[in-house]
């Protein structure tokens, strides 16, 4: 991969001040707004390998041992040792961890479904899994997943009106427009880009038509009937394992972080537009609710304060081998899989002692723990716009303004 050049660094600093100043919003946390927490009966998920649930692994590559090993004990399909932020998401909603669309054994849609898998992306990639070149990504990037979707939801139909033991399997009818829909995808759209050592400038230039490619397809499922939305923004690309393994920076690229600022810095100006395009969303449907979550500002202050939240080594990978600089992160032997070194064939089937201390599980994605931590910062609103938890994402801006000033009323 091509090196950075140096006056990238702060080509775009002044994005991150922005994205930085629209959280002192006050959080929401009266009683009056809790008594207005939405019911969600199911969630239907779209997104990549932070939120696959055992898509991938059910239609390609299965993921071995040690995923799951917190957790389920066994693997699940999932890129971690055990749950992730949707899994937590559901759980705090009282649902049945999401079965994927793509798995056809012993899965159960009735309270939603997650149509996310492990490298998807956005827009169509260039290389698609399966392949020999080196690096892929999943074929079903978003618009397949959207295809996925409708296909699913007049299926579903059709098999609750047939009735049989396959009925109960099913969301009800009103579940698609009472649903939760959440989004968490675009990661992969620019390490496919910087891994295929396109221009930094290029990359940037880009931007504009993966948010249009993002905006058609939740316009899509509003037209479908849709209407809670809940979109998280993509994480700090410089700071992932992986990305050191394929670009070797230079001290003088790296933050106080450890992280590598150009990369970092691609990923918040897409978050600025996907910001602005979740803006122009809610007005051109006021009768739907779209809430922008900023899960790159908490996934980043476990990379820059890790000791202060229970952490520790945020940038070494819990499960892997080797690689450069310590990191415990090698092409040649993934966490999982078997691969040669130094001409010595290996089994990479084992982890850290304490993942639970760990950020990144394999240099790539995310710990339980840190899912965790993740998800209960979420939860707290102060990192969403508008200011709520997942269980508020029912409510319009007018709404909660609304619920503000009875709760004010109510106060006084």
Same mark, same amino acid.
């Given at each position: 991969?091509?090196?950075?050049?140096?006056?990238? +660094?702060?080509?775009?600093?002044?994005?991150?001040?922005?994205?930085?100043?629209?959280?002192?919003?006050?959080?929401?946390?009266?009683?009056?707004?809790?008594?207005?927490?939405?019911?969600?009966?199911?969630?239907?998920?779209?997104?990549?390998?932070?939120?696959?649930?055992?898509?991938?692994?059910?239609?390609?590559?299965? &993921?071995?041992?040690?995923? =799951?090993?917190?957790?389920?004990?066994?693997?699940?399909?999932?890129?971690?040792?055990?749950?992730?932020?949707?899994?937590?998401?559901?759980?705090?909603?009282?649902?049945?961890?999401?079965?994927?669309?793509?798995?056809?054994?012993?899965?159960?849609?009735?309270?939603?479904?997650?149509?996310?898998?492990?490298?998807?992306? +956005?827009?169509?990639?260039?290389?698609?899994?399966?392949?020999?070149?080196?690096?892929?990504?999943?074929?079903?990037?978003?618009?397949?997943?959207?295809?996925?979707?409708?296909?699913?939801?007049?299926?579903?139909?059709?098999?609750?009106?047939?009735?049989?033991?396959?009925?109960?399997?099913?969301?009800?009818?009103?579940?698609?427009?009472?649903?939760?829909?959440?989004?968490?995808?675009?990661?992969?759209?620019?390490?496919?880009?910087?891994?295929?050592?396109?221009?930094?400038?290029? &990359?940037?230039?880009?931007?504009?038509?993966?948010?249009?490619?993002?905006?058609?397809?939740?316009?899509?499922?509003?037209?479908?009937?849709?209407?809670?939305?809940?979109?998280?923004?993509?994480?700090?690309?410089?700071?992932?394992?992986?990305?050191?393994?394929?670009?070797?920076?230079?001290?003088?690229? $790296?933050?106080?972080?450890?992280?590598?600022?150009?990369?970092?810095?691609?990923?918040?100006?897409?978050?600025?537009?996907? $910001?602005?395009?979740?803006?122009?969303?809610?007005?051109?449907?006021?009768?739907?609710?779209?809430?922008?979550?900023?899960?790159?500002? +908490?996934?980043?202050?476990?990379?820059?304060?890790?000791?202060?939240?229970?952490?520790?080594?945020?940038?070494?990978?819990?499960?892997?081998?080797?690689? &450069?600089?310590?990191?415990?992160?090698?092409?040649?032997?993934?966490?999982?899989?078997?691969?040669?070194?130094?001409?010595?064939?290996?089994?990479?089937?084992?982890?850290?002692?304490?993942?639970?201390?760990?950020?990144?599980?394999?240099?790539?994605?995310?710990?339980?723990?840190?899912?965790?931590?993740?998800?209960?910062?979420?939860?707290?609103?102060?990192?969403?716009?508008?200011?709520?938890?997942?269980?508020?994402?029912?409510?319009?801006?007018?709404?909660?303004?609304?619920? =503000?000033?009875?709760?004010?009323?109510?106060?006084?």
């Amino acid at each position: 991969m091509q090196q950075l050049p140096s006056n990238s +660094i702060s080509l775009f600093c002044f994005f991150c001040m922005l994205l930085s100043s629209s959280y002192a919003k006050p959080r929401i946390s009266s009683p009056a707004f809790a008594a207005n927490s939405c019911n969600f009966p199911a969630i239907f998920n779209f997104g990549d390998s932070n939120s696959d649930t055992g898509g991938i692994s059910a239609a390609l590559y299965p &993921i071995n041992w040690p995923y =799951g090993q917190t957790y389920f004990h066994v693997p699940a399909g999932r890129f971690s040792d055990g749950r992730l932020i949707i899994d937590f998401i559901a759980e705090s909603f009282g649902l049945p961890y999401l079965s994927a669309y793509l798995d056809s054994v012993g899965t159960n849609f009735s309270h939603g479904a997650n149509f996310a898998t492990g490298g998807s992306t +956005i827009r169509v990639p260039d290389r698609i899994l399966p392949t020999n070149e080196g690096f892929g990504f999943s074929p079903f990037y978003l618009d397949i997943q959207l295809s996925q979707f409708m296909l699913f939801k007049s299926r579903s139909q059709m098999i609750r009106q047939r009735g049989g033991i396959y009925a109960s399997l099913m969301p009800q009818e009103e579940y698609f427009s009472q649903a939760l829909y959440t989004f968490d995808i675009g990661q992969n759209d620019f390490t496919a880009d910087l891994f295929a050592d396109m221009p930094i400038e290029k &990359i940037y230039a880009s931007v504009p038509d993966v948010i249009n490619s993002f905006a058609y397809n939740v316009k899509s499922i509003y037209n479908s009937g849709g209407r809670s939305f809940w979109i998280h923004n993509t994480g700090p690309l410089g700071c992932y394992a992986f990305v050191f393994s394929y670009s070797p920076s230079a001290p003088a690229l $790296k933050d106080s972080a450890g992280c590598v600022k150009p990369y970092n810095e691609l990923a918040q100006y897409f978050n600025l537009k996907l $910001k602005e395009a979740v803006v122009q969303l809610r007005k051109a449907f006021p009768s739907a609710a779209f809430t922008y979550v900023d899960v790159y500002s +908490i996934k980043y202050s476990l990379f820059k304060e890790p000791e202060k939240y229970g952490f520790e080594l945020p940038l070494v990978a819990c499960c892997g081998y080797g690689g &450069i600089d310590k990191y415990n992160f090698s092409l040649n032997a993934v966490c999982g899989a078997s691969g040669l070194v130094n001409g010595t064939k290996i089994v990479v089937d084992s982890s850290c002692d304490r993942p639970s201390a760990r950020v990144s599980w394999d240099g790539v994605h995310f710990t339980e723990a840190a899912n965790k931590f993740i998800f209960d910062q979420i939860s707290t609103g102060d990192f969403s716009d508008p200011p709520i938890p997942p269980n508020m994402a029912c409510h319009r801006e007018g709404q909660l303004k609304a619920l =503000g000033q009875n709760a004010l009323v109510n106060i006084s």
